[in-house]
């Protein structure tokens, strides 16, 4: 059973253009919500992360919104570089263990 | 600092065949989980443990095993392996189990097993 909905699956971005990914979660026990960065050959990386009392967490060129009634959350990276070619997960769980994951999108940017 | 790290990188066996795969967590750290990621999808929890204990399952067959040793290091072992076990497993550390940002998980870069 599939409990973290990621779209799309691929996504190609140009250089300085805006990136987001979407995800949906189901269990209503998740508080929660990390974004992983996953290189080939890499593990995932943690890049950002939220708790469900906020709407919206930004980092530099990541920002994470957060919509608890929908139940859904998403990924922008603003001024998307090449180098932020990767695969990205999103992932959610209850407290900060047993992670569950997104299937994940794989965004090329391109210059 | 070192990172999670796991040994070995790479291994290939046959079906039926038994694997040990190991993780030195980040040190501090005293829960260390497993996850199985099968190419092209996102990473399935297998196990957690803290202090040597364990404190969390994922939906897999009792075929897969672990265990945590006093220095925190964990062991995934997998016996009588199938052409479906071949994957990437990671292993992610973290301080504790839950309450706080010290309890993020870090993982390690995985070690690539092929089952021919």
């Known amino acids: 059973q599939q409990q973290v909905k990621q779209s799309p699956q691929s996504l190609i971005v140009q250089k300085g253009g805006i990136s987001i990914i979407n995800c949906a979660y189901e269990n209503t026990a998740f508080d929660y919500f990390p974004w992983y960065q996953q290189f080939p050959g890499k593990g995932p990386a943690l890049l950002i992360a939220?708790?469900?009392?906020?709407s919206e967490k930004k980092e530099g060129r990541f920002t994470i919104s957060f919509n608890k009634s929908a139940k859904q959350f998403s990924l922008h990276i603003m001024d998307s570089q090449p180098g932020d070619s990767a695969t990205y997960f999103c992932?959610?769980?209850?407290?900060?263990?047993?992670?569950?994951f997104g299937t994940g999108t794989k965004l090329q940017v391109i210059p | 600092d070192a990172g999670v790290t796991q040994s070995p990188t790479h291994l290939i066996k046959t079906r039926g065949q038994h694997v040990t795969l190991r993780c030195s967590p980040i040190?501090?750290?005293?829960?260390v989980s497993w996850y199985q990621q099968v190419l092209g999808q996102g990473p399935q929890f297998i196990f957690q443990?803290?202090?040597?204990?364990?404190?969390g399952r994922g939906n897999f067959p009792d075929r897969f095993s672990a265990r945590q040793f006093p220095n925190y290091s964990s062991e995934l072992n997998v016996n009588a392996l199938l052409l479906g076990d071949s994957a990437l497993y990671l292993c992610a550390s973290s301080w504790g189990l839950a309450g706080g940002s010290t309890d993020t998980q870090y993982f390690g870069p995985g070690t690539r097993l092929t089952v021919l």
């Open positions: 040190s501090g750290h005293k829960s």
């Open positions: 992932a959610a769980s209850p407290g900060y263990q047993k992670v569950t």
């Open positions: 443990y803290y202090e040597k204990e364990e404190r």
């Open positions: 939220i708790r469900p009392d906020v």
